[in-house]
């Protein structure tokens, strides 16, 4: 398949290192504190695909102890940017040789897998971070909903590109980020449901819980499908 990661992009990754979570980003982490505080015990996280590291700055404002990984040198020299104090590791794919197995209570993965092309290659990363976790420690993947690919959002559009309406599991769809400055579309993988369940099973992974998070009608955005669909999937998974 004719895929690359559009994160590694200097372009890109200056404009996406000064988003924090305007919109409908706002979904996809309001619910985390109370997700993490019903999930998780103890403080030592990783934040894989921390890209210009927002995750892992929220990881640290909620009291995790944290090292961040990703693919893309520019996304990681942006996150070093805002924290210098920080450990931000660039890794090749699936490569965590250099961390012990069985340490993380907690790994946070916010958006990479809808980068990460392959089943092959999401079971690589999965099975790869689940030897991480400590006995008791829990994997907590936030994925885009595949309908995010075809409606119109506070913060995502998604009108002109009809092929997504024809994608499967696998399949490239091509979404707009209102919030940047850089309005090339991303290249993202859909992933379905079913797809997700089976890509935890080949790696060893319990599903845990499972949130939708949907929009309110008091909170101050202009929210447009987000009431009624949620753009966000959040998993949280456990070792087998
Ligand atoms: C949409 S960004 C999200 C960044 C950050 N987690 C946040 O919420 O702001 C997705 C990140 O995942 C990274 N990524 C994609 N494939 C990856 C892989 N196989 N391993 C590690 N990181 C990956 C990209 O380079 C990018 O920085």
């Not at 979904?27 to 990783?46: E, Y």
């Not at 089976?198 to 845990?208: A, I, M």
């Amino acid at each position: 398949m004719d895929f690359s990661n559009v994160y590694e992009d200097s372009k890109r990754a200056d404009a996406y290192s000064k988003l924090e979570f305007p919109g409908t980003y706002y979904l996809a982490f309001r619910d985390l504190p109370t997700i993490f505080s019903k999930h998780v015990t103890g403080k030592v996280a990783m934040d894989f695909g921390c890209g210009s590291g927002r995750s892992t700055r929220f990881l640290q404002k909620l009291g995790f102890h944290t090292v961040s990984v990703d693919i893309s040198e520019e996304m990681v020299a942006k996150a070093r940017e805002f924290d210098p104090e920080g450990d931000y590791r660039v890794i090749e794919e699936a490569d965590f040789s250099q961390f012990e197995i069985g340490s993380f209570d907690l790994i946070f993965s916010a958006f990479p897998f809808d980068n990460i092309p392959t089943m092959g290659q999401k079971v690589m990363n999965l099975s790869g971070l689940r030897d991480l976790l400590k006995e008791e420690g829990r994997l907590v993947n936030l994925v885009s909903n595949p309908e995010i690919y075809t409606h119109e959002w506070a913060s995502f559009s998604t009108k002109d590109f009809p092929k997504n309406r024809d994608a499967k599991s696998g399949d490239v769809v091509l979404i707009i980020q209102m919030d940047t400055a850089d309005k090339r579309p991303v290249e993202d993988i859909l992933w379905t449901h079913e797809s997700y369940m089976e890509t935890y099973q080949k790696s060893q992974l319990k599903v845990v819980d499972i949130y939708n998070p949907l929009g309110k009608n008091e909170e101050p955005y202009e929210w447009i499908n987000e009431t009624k669909i949620a753009p966000w999937l959040i998993h949280v998974l456990s070792r087998i």
